[in-house]
């Protein structure tokens, strides 16, 4: 029986991320969960595809757009089921034990992660706890919480969508009743955050998801998310 999940890692000049969050995939290939890792790049200038050919993953290249290089990883996986993660995500031991637990139990369903920042302080747990807060209550899990999807449900809910920014929102949204919390956690760069503020980070982001959830064009939004900083 082949492993059931095909990991997918939208990458873009992934390189200095990369190796921690591939090695910490290794406790799913013993436990055999993992079917294939395939990163889909959007154009990587440095050694991001070097770095996958070493670790044997599946290295794909596309325009760069996070969801639309995600919808091209799962044209490309072969499992019945997806691990969406950000090249810049480390999944903590015991991750492998509570994706078979879902498999298990919640077959039809969606799930993520318990998010945490590589940071101490107050803001940082401030800004994890209200993502965690809002995946659990609202069922709005973000891209740096890990997304496993099955196949099934990703099909019946019209694929991956392939927007260049909020591809996370939408299809959050999509499967709005068929998302569930993993009982591990998720560790993501704090370094966006640490380079604009903490507040100004947070506050950015969510003006950016209120316009998108108001019905903003989401490639306007990412020409203003990737636009200079004022400081």
């Avoid at 990163?39 to 794909?60: H, P, R, V, Y």
């Avoid at 089921?81 to 991750?95: E, N, R, T």
């Avoid at 139990?105 to 318990?114: E, K, N, V, Y």
């Avoid at 591809?167 to 068929?178: F, K, P």
């Amino acid at each position: 029986m082949r492993a059931p999940v095909s990991v997918i890692l939208p990458t873009l000049n992934a390189a200095p991320t990369l190796p921690a969050t591939l090695g910490a995939l290794g406790e799913g290939l013993s436990a055999g969960l993992i079917r294939e890792v395939i990163l889909s790049d959007g154009g990587s200038g440095d050694a991001t595809g070097t770095i996958a050919e070493q670790a044997g993953a599946t290295f794909i290249k596309g325009p760069a757009g996070r969801g639309g290089q995600i919808a091209r990883g799962v044209a490309a996986a072969g499992g019945d089921w997806f691990l969406v993660l950000h090249a810049d995500s480390l999944l903590q031991p015991g991750w492998s034990r509570a994706v078979l637990d879902h498999l298990g139990t919640a077959p039809d369903c969606a799930g993520h992660f318990r998010l945490s920042f590589d940071a101490d302080g107050a803001a940082p747990r401030l800004v994890a706890g209200w993502a965690n807060l809002r995946a659990r209550a609202l069922g709005l899990p973000f891209g740096d919480q890990g997304l496993l999807l099955p196949r099934a449900l990703l099909d019946r809910v019209g694929g991956y969508p392939e927007i260049p920014l909020m591809e996370d929102v939408s299809i959050a949204r999509a499967l709005r009743g068929h998302l569930r919390p993993l009982e591990a956690m998720i560790v993501t760069s704090a370094a966006r955050y640490r380079e604009e503020g903490w507040m100004r980070r947070g506050g950015r982001n969510l003006a950016l998801q209120a316009r998108y959830l108001a019905g903003a064009d989401p490639a306007r939004l990412a020409r203003a998310y990737r636009a200079p900083k004022s400081r």
